[in-house]
């Protein structure tokens, strides 16, 4: 499941919750059309980190 950054920040608790059972749904957080958040990675990063691909 994609979600954007903001909208995970509006439900953070639900968010948490699902991460925690460890099953699916896969929740990935991505940037929205205004960028990442402050201090946030951009999508390309973040896919990059979670593949294990080196910068």
């Known amino acids: ?3 954007t950054e903001r ?4 439900i953070r608790a ?3 919750a699902v991460r925690q059972e ?6 990935l ?4 059309l205004k960028g990442p ?3 946030g990675q951009s999508l390309l990063e973040r896919l990059r ?3 294990g691909i080196p910068k």
């Open 1 to 3: 499941m994609l979600i």
């Open 7 to 10: 909208v995970a920040r509006e």
């Open 14 to 16: 639900e968010v948490d």
């Open 22 to 27: 460890g099953r699916p749904p896969l929740i």
């Open 29 to 32: 957080e991505i940037p929205d």
């Open 37 to 39: 958040l402050p201090g």
């Open 49 to 51: 980190t979670l593949m």
